[in-house]
């Protein structure tokens, strides 16, 4: 789960979701990441993965940022686009 940050809508309309499910699959693909499911909100999505080839790490970096980056050059402004979640840290 991730969620835009400040709780921001940023994937409000088909098309931003379309670019994100474009980038999910690309992604998935060239790093052997299995999807099981998705559910893409207007300011979060959630998927259900397999750390199959023991990359999420880059999976989600590259997810995140290669979508922020179609994000800032579609909507504008400056800053982080996705929500550092602090959740399950003491």
């Known amino acids: 789960m991730n969620r835009g940050h400040d709780g921001n809508n940023i994937f409000a309309g088909d098309e931003n979701k379309n ?7 690309d992604y998935s693909k060239k790093m052997h990441i299995r999807l099981f499911a998705y559910c893409i909100m207007d300011n979060h999505y959630h998927l259900i993965l397999e ?7 880059d999976f989600l970096k590259q997810l995140n940022g290669q979508y922020g980056q179609y994000y800032r050059k579609r909507e504008g402004g400056k800053g982080y686009v996705f929500q550092y979640s602090k959740k399950g840290r003491g």
Do not use: Q, T
């Not at 750390?51 to 790490?57: D, E, H, L, V």
């Open 51 to 57: 750390n199959s080839s023991g990359r999420m790490s």
């Open 19 to 25: 670019h994100f499910l474009d980038y999910l699959e």
